[in-house]
């Protein structure tokens, strides 16, 4: 997804009024208070001129600032219809224009909407009059987006005007603009030619040479409708006007009319390139060059021009064209009676050729129109990861899907980006369903895990790198594939091998710059090095993510559930809460995986902020879902000592599955809530061997916050028993060691009871073997304001010594970082050797250290 998909420009582009165009000066007079105006309205029927009108008064007037959007039925869908407002206001966002797109692209659940048109209308620039005229509005009755454009409207600047083109009155709420007399209406009888005007036009406009009594009976069989003006003036070049008085305009029925009076008298070329170019929605002689290269275009256009046949200029530099709604809905009907293979071969030429052009737009147009889904699902693999792209990945009907193993695998993953469990858990049926026997459907199989609570936690085999990169599928699919594996091999424990994989998928975003893959990767690998103590680098990852939340709304939720978890480690409860509030704000009331990772955070922040009461209200409604029936996920609640008091028989049930579920993955969170469920249940012995076990795996792999909570539950288990002091003591020492350098906060705040007393039993020991940091850290911990936590920016005893140092006093401690000598730091700041032997003494004394090595280590920390 790599190719930049263009905006239809010529959507965009004012439709150049044909020459000599008539001045509809009583109108103009009329248009003349479009300013004073928050909406237009141009009511009338197919050929009325309206497009004329509008664009001949800006032309005339000079109107500046002029936005004009040229609507199909391909703008009813909300997303699309957004993209293109965007697109023509975008110049009006000021610096902001890049990032409002970005953050927009990044925007898959509707509900997003409302905070993106709220910030549309607070970006948009004050200082000019921008006019934005949308053609064809009666092309727009989705029920849904026409709330949105109700909401634009009453919040749109002072500056901005609306102009509707429409063949209906829109179904938009206009009420409130009518009574601020901000509404004008200009409807049929108004768009309607005098008599004047009509002879004007075909005289002058269209240089009609006919007798004034021909013109005369042609102005009034048209009744004032400019299109029927026309259709008379194209049928009687060649013919009297006997066969005029049969046109009764009133009735609109055109078809025959103009197949007799107008079509038949075509020659067979000219009716074959306007049928089989009616289903183009735009055209120049490049095109058609490709499309219809039997065909001399430019002799072509001109013999088509010269009868008037009803098309439209839109660019007169770049020679783009497209027929009026009249001559193109008339010209469908004759294709569509076409063989079918020969529309779907017409359909797949404009398509490749619309590919080529780098125009997906209109190429997915024409695929659509044959049901070609799997060119379809073809091309979207190829788009970028727009809400545009989306929108037409919606598209494909499901039973689709299988025939691209790719596509259908990206079509749940996008599903589940937008936080849609249901569709997820259709979709997930589907391929499970048909798609088994696929190579690759092991690599997707599991992928519930993205949004049930029923998937199989068994050691199951996990795929291989090299298995998963020999399996024919694209770049993508494989990243969000590896993400997946990952998880599972990080609810084995399996730390570094889960990032590894995480590693690869992260290749790929930086490769194909999909933000969904990167934050996937980001927020997984921040998961597992949150479980390993490793949170300094969960704090580099979450700045990383941060950006990409800006611009991606349904991600915001996991973003916040997942950096108070991080806060909840450190005890910074106030932050903790913060993100909670953020991620609730944000949360979708039909996302349950996302519910139960907030409801889970929650309980735990009440527990640690000491609201027992909230604790067991939240863990009581959360150990009534199904979710936790399943022990991966109980064994997070069952963790809290109070929810294990209240409901042992709980801990019992627990402890009884996790023994005899001898294929269940090795969880070290669920290994150390099974040791203290043996310890509680007396089985003590037991218990104190599991626990060895587990401190010692840890310390294999490295993981400091196992270690530390392991040494903790084992010097409470010795504390309560008799154990040996030292025992105790040196657990606690490597404790504190593995915690302090990420400020691992949590574990010494759970077992507070235990760690307050090993502190004030051993105070005077601890005091020697502690560095002042590492006696402070624990201290402040310990002291914390039981609802509040510890403050981020806790600033401990040695951290305010050091800001005591000299400006000389910091040199030679600079000196001493790159392990220079006293007499080469002598020389480097020129002073005498006794000085800086007294420097460094005055370090030694205000840093709390008594050599070098430490001194260095506490401006590190």
């Known amino acids: 997804m790599e190719v930049n998909i263009p905006i239809l420009s010529v959507k965009l582009k004012m439709p150049q009024p044909r020459k000599n165009y008539i001045i509809r000066h009583s109108l103009f007079e009329q248009l003349n208070h479009l300013k004073d105006c928050k909406v237009v309205i141009v009511k009338a029927g197919a050929g009325s001129g309206k497009t004329t009108l509008l664009s001949s008064f800006v032309i005339e007037t000079g109107l500046e600032h002029v936005r004009w959007i040229s609507l199909d039925e391909n703008a009813n869908q909300t997303f699309v219809f957004w993209n293109y407002m965007i697109e023509s206001v975008k110049d009006y966002l000021e610096d902001s224009k890049t990032d409002f797109q970005n953050f927009f692209d990044g925007n898959m659940q509707k509900e997003n909407l409302w905070k993106i048109l709220s910030l549309l209308v607070n970006k948009l620039s004050m200082e000019k009059e921008i006019v934005l005229v949308l053609d064809d509005f009666h092309m727009i009755s989705d029920e849904f987006l026409i709330s949105t454009i109700n909401f634009f409207v009453e919040n749109m600047p002072e500056n901005m005007h609306l102009v509707l083109l429409t063949r209906e009155m829109p179904e938009i709420y206009l009420g409130e603009v009518a009574i601020e007399d901000k509404l004008m209406v200009i409807d049929e009888d108004d768009v309607r030619l005098s008599e004047k005007e009509s002879r004007e036009f075909l005289v002058d406009t269209l240089k009609l040479k006919k007798e004034q009594g021909i013109i005369t009976s042609m102005i009034e069989i048209s009744e004032g409708w400019i299109g029927g003006l026309q259709l008379l003036a194209i049928s009687s070049r060649d013919r009297n006007v006997q066969t005029m008085a049969s046109f009764k305009v009133s009735n609109r029925v055109l078809n025959d009319y103009i197949t007799k009076e107008i079509f038949e008298f075509l020659s067979e070329e000219e009716q074959g390139f306007l049928t089989e170019t009616s289903i183009l929605r735009y055209f120049n002689q490049k095109i058609c060059g490709k499309y219809k290269p039997e065909i001399d275009f430019i002799p072509m256009m001109e013999a088509i021009l010269q009868k008037n046949l009803f098309v439209i200029n839109i660019d007169e530099v770049a020679g783009l064209y497209r027929y009026h709604a009249i001559m193109a809905e008339y010209l469908n009907g004759i294709f569509e009676k076409l063989d079918q293979e020969k529309k779907i071969e017409l359909h797949n030429l404009a398509a490749s050729i619309y590919e080529q052009l780098g125009d997906f737009e209109e190429c997915l147009y024409h695929l659509f129109q044959i049901k ?101 599928l694209n770049s993508i699919t494989t990243a969000f594939l590896l993400i997946k594996e990952a998880y599972f091999l990080y609810a084995d424990s399996k730390f570094q091998q889960a990032i590894d994989y995480l590693n690869c998928a992260g290749e790929v975003y930086k490769k194909t710059g999909n933000i969904y893959i990167g934050f996937f990767v980001l927020s997984e690998k921040a998961q597992i090095l949150e479980d390993m103590g490793e949170l300094s680098k969960c704090v580099d990852l979450y700045k990383e993510m941060e950006p990409m939340v800006s611009q991606i709304k349904s991600l915001a939720c996991s973003y916040y559930i997942g950096i108070a978890g991080l806060f909840i480690r450190q005890l910074f409860l106030d932050k903790a809460f913060e993100m909670l509030e953020n991620a609730r704000k944000c949360m979708k009331s039909d996302a349950n995986s996302i519910d139960r990772a907030y409801q889970y955070t929650l309980a735990e922040y009440y527990y640690l902020s000491g609201d027992d009461i909230m604790t067991e209200k939240l863990l009581l409604d959360v150990m009534g879902q199904e979710a936790f029936q399943n022990i991966y996920y109980s064994g997070k609640l069952l963790r809290y000592p109070i929810y294990r008091g209240q409901h042992s028989e709980l801990a019992k049930q627990f402890a009884t599955m996790y023994a005899a579920s001898d294929d269940f993955i090795e969880n070290m969170d669920c290994d150390l809530l099974y040791t203290s469920i043996q310890y509680e249940l007396g089985n003590k012995e037991k218990a104190m061997d599991l626990v060895e076990v587990l401190i010692a795996k840890a310390r294999k792999i490295q993981n400091k916050l196992k270690i530390v909570e392991g040494d903790l539950l084992k010097a409470r288990m010795l504390l309560e028993n008799q154990g040996n002091i030292r025992d105790i ?37 601890l005091k020697k073997e502690l560095t002042d940091e590492e006696f402070e850290f624990v201290s402040c911990v310990l002291s914390a304001d039981p609802k509040h936590g510890m403050k981020e920016n806790t600033r401990y005893e040695h951290e305010k010594k050091r800001d005591d140092l000299t400006e000389r006093e910091k040199e030679v401690l600079h000196e001493l970082s790159y392990g220079s000598t006293n007499i080469q730091i002598a020389e480097k700041l020129c002073v005498s050797l006794a000085t800086v032997k007294t420097h460094i003494n005055n370090i030694y004394g205000k840093l709390g250290v008594n050599n070098r090595v430490a001194a260095v280590n506490k401006i590190r920390t």
């Not at 593995?738 to 020991?765: G, H, Q, S, V």
């Open 729 to 765: 003591q040196n657990l606690f020492l490597e404790a504190v060691s593995y915690a302090i350098d990420d400020r691992i906060a949590n574990p010494f705040w759970f077992e507070r009871k235990t760690a307050n007393k090993i502190m004030l039993d051993l105070k005077t020991e």
């Open 372 to 472: 070609d889904y799997e060119k379809i699902m073809k091309l979207i693999l190829k788009m970028p990861q727009t809400v545009l792209t989306f929108s037409y990945l919606m598209k494909v009907p499901m039973e689709e899907i299988s025939k691209n193993t790719d596509f259908a695998y990206q079509y749940f993953f996008y599903y589940y980006s937008s936080m849609d469990e249901e569709a997820c858990e259709r979709i997930y049926g589907f391929i499970t369903a048909n798609m088994k026997e696929d190579e690759t459907f092991e690599a997707f199989n599991r992928s519930d895990m993205f949004f049930s609570a029923r998937w199989d936690f068994s050691n199951s085999n996990i795929l291989s790198l090299e298995q998963i990169n020999k399996l024919p």
